[in-house]
């Protein structure tokens, strides 16, 4: 008998509908493999048992009833833990928040379960979203499972995580600096991050209002097209949802794109990339070539990673993203305050400021109070021109970067991450280099593009590889098809640990 978790999120709904399957069954499959896995791994902050089986004997109900629950009828999926839900807590990984219970639930969320999926609980993340390794979380880290000395990724390493190891059918995340894509690339699983606007940030606990897109984390690029369809279009409580048509991914993710060009970003191919990632990225133009595409190289210039004499790396778009992004943390994050809501310092104290201060150092972690203070400080007198004005006129050249390069291809190939997976603590003294492990994927969000993290492989040391493929504002459809192109010509696809050794 076929083990249900091997089964695809569109296997899985298939065998459900036809009846092979029941989603009481699927459920408990899963809920077993969390019980047996996830305490070797921390994917789960909360799991939500006596909920999850409760919907799943709903959509058997309908089933039988005769109705249709939806295009994800009885698939088990994963929240990334700062979408809101009101049921459970929503916690951000953050002492400040441990025991909030939202009012509300997110529109991605709600929308999904619209589509008759089954929610199993909330994975872990980086505080706030605030990090790459799941290392920064109050919780504790989730370990990989691919070695399990080492970082998932983040911040949506939980939900990677949770997809890698079997333990849900797909989930979701958030991407603000390529935390979809980067987990996903560690990992070995697809992480697709929209473009920005295309799904509803409403019920998403901000970190930078800009730059935050929620996304889907799946086995594979079908997966993906099923999930983005399901939360995609337009929400009027999201003032950024953008009022479009939303294509219908799954029907044509499996059609071919004729006349297809791609393009090589230059810049991301500098000698600061591992190598077995660089075979990755020429294997995979190699396999869009032998599919008739047209590969030529482009230049990201804005991107471009520089080195100085003593071979410390820099780059434009590190730099700009830092400050916006810690910008808008700062501003954001000033509504933890133990007033409102969240934690509230028990000590006796003299005034409202003493309040503010003592419960934002006893709730906050240091990587969110390291961000939180840089934040302030650009956007402080004196400072705001300096840095944040100047952030944003660049951010807007790194957007023009794109621009031309979309007038000669239609997808652009680089790497998602400089290196595999990162041993846990390795980056834990050294903020500067973790930040700079983003390299390949903050300047997507300056931009507002889509992004799409698929395995291009395993390395030698038999980690995955990711590699990740850009398009232009509202390309999903494109992106989508030249993954699912690559994922079927290179035999690439569903890559699963072996969980033996964790």
Known sequence: MTD??????????????????????????????????DPRLHAYNEVHRDRAMERASDIDRRLSAGERPGPLAGVPVALKDNLCTAYGRTTCSSAILADYRSPFTATAVRKLEDAGAIVLGKTNLDEFAMGSTTETSATGPTLNPWDTGRVPGGSSGG??????????????GSDTGGSIRQPAAFCGVVGFRPTYGRVSRYGVVTYGSSLDQVGPLARDVSDCALLTAAISGHDPADSTSVPADVPDYPATVDTPLENLKIGVVREFLSDSL???????????????ASLGAEVREVSLPYSAIDRDDEGNI??????CYYIVAMAEASSNLARFD????????????????????????????DEVKRRVMLGTYTLSAGYYDAYYNKAMKVRRLIHRDFERAFETVDVLLGPVAPTVAYRLGEKADNPLQMYLGDIYTISVNLAGLPGLSIPGGV??????????????????QTLLRAGHMFEQASGIRRLRPDLAGT
Not at 274 to 288: F, K, L, P, V, W
Not at 314 to 319: L, T, Y
Not at 352 to 358: A, N, P, W
């Open 459 to 476: 390395s030698k040391a038999g980690l995955p590889l990711g590699i990740q493929l850009i398009g232009p504002v509202f390309s999903e």
């Open 314 to 319: 820099s780059s434009h778009a590190v730099a």
């Open 338 to 365: 133990g007033v409102h809501f969240g934690h509230r310092t028990a000590e006796r104290v003299r005034d409202i400021v003493e309040l503010y201060s003592r419960t934002r150092a006893e709730g906050f972690g």
């Open 274 to 288: 591992d190598a077995d990632i660089r075979q990755a990225i020429d294997s995979a133009a190699e396999t869009y």
């Open 4 to 37: 249900i978790t091997e089964l695809s999120a569109v296997e899985l709904r298939d065998a459900i509908t036809a009846g092979d399957i029941s989603a009481v069954a699927a459920a408990e499959a899963y809920l077993e493999a969390i019980d047996r896995i």
């Open 159 to 172: 939900s990677a995580a949770a997809v890698s190891a079997g333990i849900c059918a797909a989930a979701l």
